[in-house]
């Protein structure tokens, strides 16, 4: 069964201080990763897919990476409106295109 | 596009009456998920359809649950009865080429 554990659970980070979340999988046969926020109250807003290890996307002051067993999101220098939770999920073998989602991580950042 | 539609936004019902969510999916996407979200046990894949046909619907909890896909801009996911234990925010989900896309999701209270 796919697994997807995310860490830390919470994140609070004055503006302009850089973290990393972490999203550590066990799946048979990754065939995507994927990166959502999630405002509260609203859906999951796709942000990013990494396919294979050692791939890394951007966007605005967000970066994800992946390996082979993890993924990192990198924020860097954030602001206020970069607070949300960050969901990680897998789209792995022969499952369709269904994904499986991590815990997620509340990420606040304060002024 | 509109994107997702989803409704209700917010359901409140008694325990044993019949609650149905109804989405409407993006034109063009063969793919449609319903997950239902909790503080406990975060996102989990109820059932998911592939050109109006259920694909998995290993995640149903059980037969009180339902969900249909007459058409290819409709699907039904259908209570009964309910109990308070399926107070959750349930989100629909359709995607064609990887990513998911969700919309605002229906939050039950179920009393």
């Known amino acids: 069964e796919d697994q997807v554990t995310q860490s830390p659970e919470a994140l609070r980070l004055q503006e302009g201080e850089s973290s990393s979340l972490n999203c550590s999988y066990t799946v048979s046969g990754l065939r995507g990763l994927f990166w959502y926020r999630q405002d509260p109250g609203k859906g999951p807003e796709f942000l990013f897919t990494l396919y294979s290890a050692g791939e890394e996307k951007e966007k605005e002051r967000l970066k994800a990476t992946l390996t082979k067993k993890e993924s990192f999101l990198h924020i860097t220098a954030p602001k206020p409106e970069d607070s949300a939770t960050y969901l990680c999920?897998?789209?792995?073998?022969?499952?369709?295109?269904?994904?499986?989602f991590g815990g997620g991580t509340r990420v606040l950042v304060k002024p | 596009d509109a994107g997702v539609i989803q409704s209700p936004r917010h359901e409140v019902t008694e325990m044993g009456q019949e609650v149905t969510l109804r989405c409407k999916p993006i034109s063009g996407h063969d793919y449609l998920f319903w997950y239902r979200q909790t503080m406990m046990r975060g996102l989990e894949l109820l059932i998911y359809?592939?050109?109006?046909?259920?694909?998995?619907d290993s995640g149903m909890p059980e037969d009180r649950f339902s969900a249909k896909m007459p058409n290819a801009s409709f699907s039904t996911l259908k209570i009964q009865p309910s109990e308070p234990r399926d107070s959750a925010v349930y989100f629909c989900?359709?995607?064609?080429?990887?990513?998911?896309?969700f919309g605002e999701g229906s939050r039950l209270t179920v009393l």
């Open positions: 359809f592939n050109n109006n046909v259920p694909i998995d």
């Open positions: 999920a897998v789209q792995a073998g022969a499952a369709g295109n269904k994904l499986t």
């Open positions: 989900a359709s995607s064609f080429a990887g990513e998911l896309f």
